[in-house]
């Protein structure tokens, strides 16, 4: 590989990506021959082995960037996330001083590092995983913008969506048809007895983000009482975890008719489609799941998931680093409403808590796992 850019700072940066075992190669990286001051990163918690959507997050930004005449180093895990190697990554990106960077803020230790990039005035355009407002607003570390969908209301959708399902119904406009999502709740509730469960497999902010939207749907508004409302947890690192913490769950709730389940996504659905349950079990089972992957898209398909959650992922590091390099040109962001190109784009919004946001998703999927790319 010949690295167009000569400065020590760069090499020593992906060496010391390298021995992190973090993912620097010729495919990932985008450097035309221009001058280090237009060369981007773009950090991520994302395996370059999740080839269903970290690699198409990646792929898609590295379009965007030669379309727009920039270099891009992705900065991302070889095969395992972790907060801590984030965190590193990012610190690695600020030292090189660049234009902007595209990153997942999340995990501890993160804020003092968006601090820093504030300190030496580089923008960072977050992506993926919602930001925590009580970190990054106004006053407190500073994020130029958000691409990705927000968390808990996404979660939210799905809980909905659930009840909708037990009814054999689709959920849209805040729906299930032509009936209300309460109706067809308390006809489910009047019914059976279920339990609701959220799969966490990963101890991160998001995560909890996601089980606190479902939770609210069905316990604070739909009225179901909490003792219902269960968290299956574990580890997802160490392998068979997940199955076995599933089937014992199951193993101890003999008495439940029916089960409605939202999961994280790839990770933890593959972890729970891997436990050893009953024909009885399953068919007791509504489960809905964040993303879209081949694990995902075969299970939609052979109806093992009700629908997808999918966040146009493909949309969130491209858009991010289109209105990255718009700011760092023009010193402000595009209007409410408006693309960097001039054109109307009304996923450019401002979300609930402030931060000016292209907002990718939720994009539910009951038929394929098509999501919007542009």
């Known amino acids: 590989m010949q690295l167009l850019i ?12 390298l021995l992190f075992s973090c993912s620097v190669d010729d495919s990932d990286i985008s450097l035309p021959q221009i001058s280090e001051d237009e060369v981007y990163y773009l950090v991520s918690h994302g395996p370059s082995t999740d080839a269903g959507f970290w690699r198409d997050v990646l792929t898609e930004a590295r379009i965007s960037a030669e379309e727009l005449g920039v270099g891009l180093i992705p900065l991302h895990p070889a095969t395992e996330t972790s907060g801590a190697l984030l965190n590193f990554q990012m610190n690695q990106a600020v030292d090189a001083n660049p234009p902007g960077i595209v990153g997942t803020v999340w995990g501890e230790g993160m804020q003092e590092v968006i601090f820093k990039a504030n300190d030496l005035e580089i923008p960072v355009a977050a992506i993926n995983v919602y930001p925590n407002p009580t970190e990054y607003t106004d006053g407190t570390a500073n994020l130029l913008l958000y691409s990705g969908q927000n968390d808990y209301l996404a979660a939210r959708d799905i809980a909905m969506g659930l ?34 469960v959220c799969l966490v497999h990963q101890q991160a902010d998001s995560v909890f983000q996601r089980c606190n939207g479902f939770k609210d749907v069905l316990v604070d508004e739909l009225l179901l009482p909490i003792e219902q409302y269960s968290e299956i947890t574990w580890n ?85 680093l289109e209105y990255l390099y718009y700011y760092v040109k023009n010193g402000e962001l595009p209007v409410e409403g408006m693309g960097p190109d001039g054109n109307p784009d009304p996923r450019w919004i401002v979300s609930p808590d402030g931060y000016p946001w292209y907002k990718t998703g939720p994009n539910l999927l009951y038929d394929d796992c098509i999501e919007p790319t542009e």
Not at 6 to 17: E, F, H, V, Y
């Open 6 to 17: 000569s400065t020590d700072k760069s090499l020593m940066l992906i060496l010391s990506c």
């Open 236 to 320: 997802a690192s160490n392998l068979g975890e997940g199955a076995q913490q599933v089937e014992a769950y199951y193993a101890s709730k003999p008495d439940i008719e029916r089960f409605l389940i939202i999961s994280q996504g790839t990770t933890a659905t593959a972890d729970y489609l891997a436990a050893n349950l009953s024909n009885e079990e399953i068919a007791k089972t509504k489960i809905a799941a964040f993303d879209t992957s081949s694990i995902l898209c075969d299970a939609l398909d052979s109806g093992r998931l009700e629908f997808l959650s999918g966040q146009g992922h493909r949309l969130q590091g491209k858009k991010a």
């Open 163 to 196: 009840v909708c399902a037990t009814a054999g119904l689709r959920f849209a406009n805040n729906r299930c048809g032509e009936r209300t999502v309460q109706d067809v709740f308390n006809e489910f509730y009047s019914i059976y007895t279920i339990e609701v």
